[in-house]
């Protein structure tokens, strides 16, 4: 079985200070690794995805992923943040020749202005 | 265009009553999945649509789970005899392909609430 743990439900950083967000997967096969970002009321939108072609992920909005297999992780970072990036996030694996998500827990982000 | 809708968008049901929850995927999309989200978790896959085919259905907590997509577009997911653990927000999510890292987009969700 696979899955996947997200560290820290909540994380709360300054607008303009870096986004860091924890994801540790368990697999034993070459997942592939999405990060999906849910806005409240709205429903989830990929930010980025790892298909086993480069280890860094750059996304939408400024995000980017590294894959680290040594690790098992999958964090997802941000330079900067801003006000509109107040949302949850949620890092999810698909098995190699499956296709349903398994999703971890969420992180919720609040950004201070 | 347009993306996945869902319908309703809120549902309040009592205790034992029957609902249904319908998903309109994007246009042309072969794969049409069925996500649970309960209150602070994440989503946990249901069910899944290869066109009208229903090609997995492991993650249907019981038997009064059941969805269906005859004609391998629009998906009605129903539950029968609601119960206060069926409370959750239900998301619907189509593909383009059947891959394994195609892309899912996701509708904006029903919020059922059984009293």
């Not at chain 1, 939408?60 to 680290?68: L, Q």
């Not at chain 1, 690790?71 to 098995?95: G, Q």
Request: net charge neutral.
């Amino acid at each position: 079985a696979q899955s996947v743990t997200q560290l820290g439900s909540h994380v709360s950083v300054s607008e303009g200070a870096l986004v860091l967000l924890r994801c540790n997967y368990s697999s034993s096969v070459p997942p592939y690794l999405f990060w999906y970002v849910q806005y409240p009321n709205q429903g989830l939108q990929l930010l980025l995805k790892y298909t086993s072609a480069a280890t860094l992920v750059k996304g939408i909005n400024d995000f980017e992923a590294e894959f680290k297999k040594s690790e098992t992780s999958f964090h997802l970072t941000k330079p900067s943040a801003h006000m509109s990036d107040a949302a949850e996030y949620f890092c999810a694996v698909v098995k190699a020749a499956g296709n349903k998500l398994t999703f971890g827990g969420g992180t919720r982000v609040l950004v201070k202005p | 265009g347009a993306g996945v809708s869902q319908s309703p968008r809120y549902k309040v049901a009592k205790r034992g009553q029957d609902v249904a929850l319908r998903c309109d995927p994007i246009s042309g999309h072969v794969s049409l999945f069925w996500y649970q989200q309960a209150l602070g978790q994440g989503p946990e896959f249901l069910t899944y649509f290869q066109n009208e085919a229903q090609l997995d259905k492991s993650g249907l907590p019981s038997d009064r789970f059941f969805a269906e997509r005859p004609e391998g577009s629009v998906s009605t997911l129903k539950i029968q005899r609601t119960q206060q653990e069926d409370s959750a927000v239900y998301l619907c999510a189509s593909s383009s392909g059947t891959g394994d890292y195609n892309e899912q987009f996701f509708g904006p969700g029903t919020r059922l609430t059984v009293l």
